[in-house]
């Protein structure tokens, strides 16, 4: 379909976007946007993935070799902090800024200089983290939960890494705010709610989450801020606080947090895995009411993340029935998207081998994660390797594998050429197998006892370690191959055509490829919404 | 941080490793979770057999599908595309039947939590408090405390490039200096506790950790089956700072009569550590002793040359403390700094380890040496107990 400009709109920075860097610092363009939280969340996943390889080379071995305890210690807060607000969180923001308009036949987001704004915010809050790291008592160390006492024994770090929470936390909300206001005021007539595609349904409920517990976060650290430096006793026992309180209220923000990372990827798949199966999502409105089922339980299971802190009975038993009834939705979830497969015709490119893979080792996740929700068994899993490797499969090959998938979907539509489809492959093969033998082992190793977190081990460990080592570096670096497959597809090759895949529907696929700068400052015909529907 | 030394001399030990078969070195892939020594561990380890069925089962027939979607409904193998989109029925036996399966699972997990928390009857209790980095146990009927850190061999090996290695070294990092010693056939019931940050008390053959913190005391019990006295292993769960990988549990369980005999023998030998603070010390004696405090208490921290680590832990050569007024050190060291990691050693050292200490740190460290005497540093610690109560 030809997107034709509306003639009385003869604004000439509206048409054509500004050069050089002013354009990328001013842009209200939510395409523009879209790419730079994008590339934003891929420097990141650089950057901590660079500190999961230190860890994962101090752990080669039993014995000290390379970094100090304390130094290991801000490797693990920072790695998750950077991976979970920097890496995971940007990405799908920038999945959302492209996607979400186009999908819904939008002219741009609700909001588009606080879109502007939300991403800007990013790199300072992140600069604010990492140069933490040269501050007197170095980076924080505490663990990416901030639990308190501990984390009021962090240096100077203390106030940079929580204004940086901070920051993030603002970023978030801004980009949650702008998303609900798009979906809810600009879909193109037509578009009702039970027709919007799937990866729109779980970016509108991520987005309620981010606004419900975001201020929980902000809360929490700003407790911690005056225990510190305004003589507050929130946490303090010694002046009448309560330390478990905090993770209470931690965890509150804590367990949505997980399903902002994941819900998105829900969305991405179920878009991804009826393209190739060339079969309509199975059970749309299932999907629907699974996800936002997902969602409210996740307000009412955070205490299964500190089933050890010496909760009542009571208490124990509660969010060990409501933890494992999560399993039921998620389980709707994955069996709607292996009926969607039955009776299809797939093919098998990339971004369909990412979200098989998704399937099968989310799965796996799951389970361990299932295990993990059965209170008295905890008491054993809880802080061990176990729970390492559980969070690993459903954040690694669960939100960044259904990323990738997403990113190989797209991005013929993004830059107008097919990426190089077996560059592509090697980097799911290399991908698929090296992150096998970087978690799996885990398990192993936390059901044999080893606690997390630790720099150093009984020598009983070593085999595990070693073989986890060795995946963790072959995962780490076969990703490079994803950015020159990037940077290729960015360059040139096969000119992509509007619809890109054959089985593909929606309305982002009626817009040429690359789409351009401005879509849909006229909605699409109803038809074209129905066509997309399936 | 990364030097580009130990770099180097990482990545040389890193290489024969990788050279020589690792499974020969150690010889230990180990799978799965200890069954235990105890009725609950016993019961958790059943529970955690039974998931992981229900969930191989669950995982065989979903990737069996997945499977036989990819081999049989492939565009290549001329599969079309069916076109039907919904089915309720199936809908709801997807839903009802992972209901089922996990009200059936509910039901022994229950009972285990019951179990688990119900600590009445128990003989004997022993409270157990979080130090950075170590475990105060303290019998409560039999009157006796127990200080429990990393083990002298250990903690040499486990220094940043030490040139040992950690496999010979006996149960590496899975030592300590002292034991407990619990009876057999006994329920104790273990009251968990912390003077700074949290920690988490965990001996994976005891089926359960519990969390130590600040300002609360948390119930556990355990019972180790009579026939299964032995020694058994565990370590911190919770991140609790630098040495979290180094404080390590070791419970020695032995029968009832080997127990009451141990108490006898702990009983004798307070009298005799209580006749050490009271006599006068040699000066060469001090050093000796006081070395090895330090190294045991001081050393992770301020280093084994007294530097510290720059912006984190403040060295011990030329600080104010060690040539400022005496009273001023042993109270820095009796009840140690708010706000930082330096904990109040009161509880841990006695008069003897103090003097000895302080002589030490002088002497090696100080502008002046002195030579303290275990009577002098009860007198401080007499005259801050009367300031403390007075207030």
Known sequence: MSDTHIATDHHDHHDEPARGFMRWLTTTNHKDIGTLYLLFALVMFFVGGAMALVIRLELFQPGLQ??????????????????IFGGVMPAWVGFANWMIPMMIGAPDMALPRLNNWSFWILPFAFTLLITTFFLPGGAPAGGWTLYPPLVLQTGDALPFAIFAVHFLGASSIAGAINVVATVFNMRAPGMTLMKLPLFVWTWIITAFLLIATMPVLAGAVTMLLTDKFFGTSFFAAAGGGDPVMFQHIFWFFGHPEVYILILPAFGVVSAIIPTFARKPLFGYSSMVYASASIAFLSFIVWAHHMFTVGMPLAGELFFMYTTIMIAVPTGVKIFNWVATMWQGSMTFETPMLFAIAFLVLFTIGGFSGLMLGVTPVDFQYHDTYFVVAHFHYVLVTGAVFSIMAGAYFWLPKWTGHMYDEKLGKLHFWVSVISVNVLFFPQHFLGLAGMPRRIPDYSVQFADWNMVSSIGGFVFGFSQLLFVVVVIKCIRGGVKATDRVWEGAHGLEWTVASPAPYHTFNTPPAPAAIEGGMR | MLSATSLRRGLYGVIPALLLSPSLAYADWALNMTEGVTPYSKEVYGLHMAILGVCTVIGILVFGMILVSIIKFRKSQGAVPATWHHSTAAEIIWTAIPILILVVMAFPATKALVMMEDT????????????????????????????????????????????????SVDNYLLETDNHIVIPSGTKVRILTTAADVIHSWWVPDLGWKRDAIPGFVNESWFEVESGKEGVYRGQCAELCGKDHGFMPIVVEVVTPAAYKEWVADMKARQVASAELTQKTWTAAALQTHGR???????????????????????????????????????????????????????????????????????????????????????????ARRAVVSAN
């Open chain 2, 292 to 382: 090895k405090v330090y190294e045991a208490n001081c050393m992770s921290c301020h280093q084994a040359d007294g530097q510290g680590i720059p912006g984190i832990f403040p060295a011990m050569a030329a600080s104010q403390t060690l040539n400022g007024p005496l009273a001023d050190h042993v109270n820095l060291i009796i009840q140690g700094k708010a706000g930082t990691v330096m904990t109040g050693f009161g509880p841990l050292l006695n008069d003897a380890d103090i003097a000895a200490l302080i002589s030490y740190s002088t002497q090696t460290w100080g502008d002046t040496a002195r030579v303290v005497q275990p009577a002098e540093v009860a007198e401080l610690r007499g």
């Open chain 2, 120 to 167: 009445a009857h128990s003989a004997m209790t022993i409270k157990v408090t979080g130090y950075q980095w170590r475990w105060g146990y303290d019998y409560v009927e039999d009157g006796i405390e127990i200080f429990a850190g990393l083990d002298e061999a250990s903690n040499r090996a486990r220094q940043i490039n030490s040139g040992i290695d950690p496999v």
């Open chain 1, 66 to 83: 390379f970094v100090n305890p304390q130094f290991f210690n801000s490797m693990t807060t920072v790695h998750a902090l950077v991976m």
